[in-house]
């Protein structure tokens, strides 16, 4: 008895001692994009409440799951180009927010599209040294060309983390630059906040159900 | 006669719009272009998304996808042409014989069995060529109806729909059935990104501008644009920790 115990507490030992290799930052990048892209797609897949429209439930979901592997203070601070070494601390913890916020809501509104396409995970061409490398996504669909994502990832003490998103051609974090410059050049740093927090209580609040096919 | 006119009335008034102050140097006649716009928008408003949504939902994906690809397959035509025209041989060939098996085996087109042969659909087109070639974009414009362009797409659209085999289709009335067809099943496909960019801009306009401007950029150089210097200035002080490991 003692012994099966024993034998069972080493093979938990060993089990336990051979987790730490697979620690988040030792996932190579190509591979964190493919495993994640997979579990959110399946996970959305089997739940019939999202399916049906539930966005709270959604951001949720993408707030567990995806969150963790974006940098969002490094997303902001590049949409923001010039205007962010100007911010006061405070101001860039708000625009992080509050871009974080408008970030999750524009993602889930792609993800409920999203049905059923095919992904094709390209493999990765960077040097194992490489610390700043773009992992490339194709979205295939019938009839159509695919759709290509690059995710622009840089290595972190906290394993890789997402910079920047482009998707058919078009960065995300460059297409905001001129809307933020542009209300910062009228408003400043804090009207840019207001306009952000004001567009995202605006989502929140109606909260019609997507229209969906 | 009437025609030179009403072009020589639009570049006085694009003109005129140019000399107010400050302004992206992309986009010179904002103020006019943002009339066009919003005029745009009310007729995508009032009648191009209610038809594309209730042809969503009336007709059945599947007769939708049957639509899509028979339309993509007389678009693959002119996208050899543009391969050719760029120099691309082995894409213009690869082109070329998607026409030849989906007009056949594919049934007119409604099949796209040559995805599956391998042969990848492209996107090309004249003003992509012209960029090809070295033609700056020129200014921004929003062209009536068909949208964001600038002066260089504007003239390839204009070649894109002059050299257009639906333009040769008689009787007109079918002709024109086609095009209208066409455009539904395009503004279909588009409800989920029109309803994205709704949420995700706070100047819709700006948003719009910015990525069809970026986007035409990276297929101009088929999805391989050189870098742009100023995406390299981030990291003034986020919270990575770059030392090495």
Same mark, same amino acid.
């Given at each position: 008895?003692?012994? *099966?115990?024993?034998? /069972?507490? #080493? =093979? ?10 697979? !620690? @988040? ?80 809501? *524009?993602?889930?509104? /792609?993800? #409920? =599209? ?10 990765? !061409? @960077? ?87 | ?245």
């Amino acid at each position: 008895m003692t012994t *099966t115990r024993s034998l /069972a507490s #080493a =093979a938990l030992l060993a089990v336990l001692a051979s987790l730490p290799a697979v !620690r @988040a930052q030792d996932v190579p990048p190509d591979q964190l994009v493919k495993t994640v892209t997979l579990e959110v797609v399946e996970l959305i897949a089997k739940d019939k409440e999202i399916q049906s429209g539930n966005r709270a439930k959604l951001v949720q979901l993408i707030d567990a799951k995806v969150l963790p592997h974006f940098n969002f203070s490094a997303m902001t601070a590049l949409a923001l180009g010039q205007s962010w070494n100007r911010a006061t601390p405070e101001q860039k913890k708000r625009l992080t927010e509050e871009f974080r916020t408008l970030l999750v809501r *524009t993602y889930a509104s /792609a993800l #409920a =599209a999203y049905s059923e396409q095919k992904f094709d995970f390209r493999p990765l !061409r @960077a040097k194992p040294t490489d610390t700043d490398v773009t992992v490339q996504v194709r979205v295939l669909q019938a009839g159509a060309q695919p759709v290509p994502i690059d995710y622009s990832m840089e290595k972190t003490s906290s394993g890789w983390k997402v910079y920047d998103v482009m998707v058919g051609g078009v960065s995300l974090v460059a297409n905001y630059r001129t809307e933020f410059n542009n209300v910062v050049r009228e408003s400043g740093i804090d009207g840019l906040i207001k306009n952000l927090s004001t567009k995202n209580r605006s989502l929140e609040a109606p909260a019609a159900p997507a229209a969906k096919k | 006669m009437s025609s030179r006119l009403a072009w020589m009335a639009l570049l006085a008034a694009l003109a005129g719009c140019a000399s107010t102050a400050e302004r992206d140097a992309r986009d010179p006649f904002e103020p006019l272009n943002r009339s066009v716009y919003r005029f745009n928008d009310k007729v995508d408003q009032v009648i191009a998304q209610p038809v594309a949504r209730t042809y969503q939902r009336v007709v059945p994906g599947e007769v939708r996808d049957r639509v899509r690809n028979f339309f993509g397959n007389i678009g693959d035509f002119f996208i050899g042409v543009n391969n050719f025209l760029q120099g691309k041989f082995e894409d213009g060939v690869s082109d070329w014989a998607r026409v030849a098996f989906n007009t056949t085996v594919g049934l007119f087109g409604i099949h796209d069995v040559a995805t599956d042969m391998g042969y990848e659909k492209h996107n090309e087109d004249f003003g992509q060529t012209l960029g090809r070639w070295g033609a700056g974009t020129g200014p921004y414009l929003v062209l009536p109806f068909l949208g964001s362009s600038d002066l260089r797409d504007g003239i390839g659209t204009g070649a894109d729909i002059y050299t257009d085999p639906l333009g040769e289709v008689r009787p007109y009335h079918l002709q024109y059935g086609l095009w209208a067809l066409r455009f539904t099943q395009l503004r279909a496909d588009l409800l989920d990104a029109s309803r994205i960019l709704e949420e995700a801009s706070l100047d819709k306009y700006v948003f719009q501008r910015d990525a069809y401007l970026q986007r035409r950029r990276s297929l101009v150089y088929d999805g391989h644009p050189p870098r742009e210097k100023d995406l390299d200035d981030k990291g003034a002080d986020d919270d990575n920790d770059k030392k090495p490991r």
